[in-house]
């Protein structure tokens, strides 16, 4: 036999021999339900991806990401209380859940109940620093006319993250509808810096143009 094609035939049957070393895998229930869960989000089937979720929210290992997942589905379904609800289960298994929280609070706000949403918020800072809940805590002060506290919060957000442009834009918003223009037009300037096609800031800077 001509010894390339016989080198051929060795290689062939080498790799058509199956690997002892890496057997094949199934994917366990658990697996399945979570991937089906998020195959039917993908392609816009809401109800079929919380059917998926069913059977995991009483696992034993897994549950709290089970429970904040349906809270996400539920929100996305516009089903505020029913998302605010199943975020609150997830605390059962992670009192210090931020995950939990900003969704609770995130529930609330979409439903314009302001006061109980700041409230969420106020709670779930004092486990420390987050951009995020600071950020929402200042959508809520905007929308309860709190101008001073909306300011002041804006202010130190800005001051620890000064390359944001969102907390530049509710400190200029606080400072207009307190009177201080100047100070305002100073926060609109700097809004620009960092994100120059922000139209909000370009009317307050120039109306006429």
Same mark, same amino acid.
């Given at each position: 036999?001509?010894?390339?094609?016989?080198?051929?035939?060795?290689?062939?049957?080498?790799?058509?021999?199956?690997?002892?070393?890496?057997?094949?895998?199934? /994917?366990?229930?658990? =697996? =399945? *339900? +979570?991937?089906?869960?998020?195959?039917?989000?993908? !392609?816009? /089937?809401?109800d079929g991806a919380l059917t998926a979720m069913q059977p995991l929210l009483t696992e034993h290992d897994g549950?709290?990401? *089970? +429970?904040?997942?349906?809270? +996400?589905?539920?929100?996305?379904?516009?089903?505020?209380?029913?998302?605010?609800? *199943?975020?609150?289960?997830?605390?059962?298994?992670?009192?210090?859940?931020? /995950? *939990?929280?900003?969704?609770?609070?995130l529930s609330r706000m979409a439903?314009?109940? +302001?006061?109980? !949403?700041?409230?969420?918020?106020?709670?779930?800072?004092?486990?420390? /620093?987050?951009?995020?809940?600071?950020?929402?805590l200042l959508i809520c002060a905007q929308a309860l006319g709190q101008w001073q506290q909306l300011h002041d919060r804006a202010l130190m957000l800005a001051s620890r993250y000064p390359a944001e442009a969102d907390p530049w834009i509710f400190l200029a918003r606080s400072q207009s509808r307190l009177g201080d223009h100047n100070a305002a037009l100073q926060s609109y300037i700097h809004v620009l810096h960092l994100s120059p096609g922000n139209q909000e800031a370009r009317q307050f800077i120039n109306p006429n143009a």
């Open positions: 036999m001509n010894p390339p094609i016989r080198i051929a035939l060795i290689l062939l049957s080498v790799v058509s021999i199956p690997s002892q070393a890496h057997p094949e895998t199934t /994917d366990s229930p658990t =697996q =399945q *339900a +979570w991937s089906h869960s998020y195959q039917r989000e993908y !392609a816009g /089937d809401l549950t709290e990401l *089970a +429970w904040l997942r349906e809270g +996400w589905l539920l929100y996305s379904q516009g089903k505020y209380n029913h998302a605010f609800n *199943a975020y609150s289960q997830s605390l059962q298994y992670n009192s210090r859940s931020l /995950d *939990a929280r900003l969704g609770m609070m439903q314009k109940r +302001w006061n109980e !949403a700041e409230q969420i918020g106020q709670t779930a800072l004092q486990g420390g /620093d987050n951009y995020l809940l600071e950020l929402r």
